[in-house]
């Protein structure tokens, strides 16, 4: 069975979410982080799994459910990073971030048997999912990570490596406050879009 690894950071004002600022501050940013990261773990939680760990820059919260590992991370850019994350895993492993709270326990459910590695394509021009039946941190070391062209580099090399990619749904980030709308209309009944509702009726009120 699959490894479920997420890659995060605790939601602190000023740490996470800075592009929601304006409109919202950022306690508030923080506070939308928190719900989709929450919303994230719950679905991994939920979801099939061997083994469950959070990869974390910070210290964990009320937010955590039970059933997780968590792992600090590793110094260095974002490349860094998340071959270190892939280095906690010894056999099949996929990795999601905190920027997708829309994500479904079926969507995680992945299995690997004739593919070798799956890569969920984000709409920003990233990747919000990664999958890889044999851990190989070298497959993302290099990558240009925070451009438009992150993710076609990133299943270009799984390719080039020999993989045969399987590809998840594409998925839209929530980087600005449209993002977090559209995404929240996505999963109205999520924790991410309750929060948003409270958060959109204060700022009106401002």
């Given at each position: ?33 928190e ?8 679905a ?18 009320p937010?955590l459910?039970?059933?997780f ?23 099949p492993?996929?990795l999601?971030g ?12 992945v ?6 590695a ?5 709409e ?10 044999r851990?190989e941190?070298?497959?993302?070391r ?5 451009t ?8 270009r090399?799984l390719?080039?490596?020999?993989l ?11 980087d ?8 929240a ?10 929060r948003?509702?409270?958060l959109t ?6």
């Amino acid at each position: 069975m699959t490894t479920l690894l997420v890659i995060a950071k605790e939601p602190r004002p000023g740490r996470v979410k800075t592009r929601l600022t304006p409109p919202f501050t950022p306690e508030e940013a923080a506070q939308l982080a928190e719900a989709a990261l929450a919303d994230t773990l719950l679905a991994v939680a939920t979801a099939p799994a061997s083994r469950r760990i959070l990869v974390l820059d910070g210290a964990p919260g009320p937010w955590l459910p039970p059933g997780f590992d968590v792992v600090p991370q590793c110094p260095g850019g974002l490349d860094e990073r998340l071959a270190h994350a892939f280095a906690q895993s010894s056999g099949p492993a996929l990795l999601v971030g905190m920027d997708t709270p829309q994500v479904t326990p079926d969507l995680l459910g992945v299995d690997f048997a004739g593919c070798d590695a799956y890569f969920g394509a984000a709409e920003d021009g990233g990747f919000w999912a990664l999958g890889l039946s044999r851990p190989e941190p070298s497959l993302l070391r290099g990558v240009p990570m925070s451009t438009p062209l992150t993710g076609a580099v990133q299943r270009r090399r799984l390719v080039e490596a020999g993989l045969l990619v399987r590809d998840l749904p594409p998925l839209r980030d929530v980087d600005s406050a449209a993002d977090a709308h559209a995404v929240a209309a996505l999963a109205p009944d999520g924790g991410f879009a309750a929060r948003l509702s409270r958060l959109t009726k204060g700022t009106a009120r401002r």
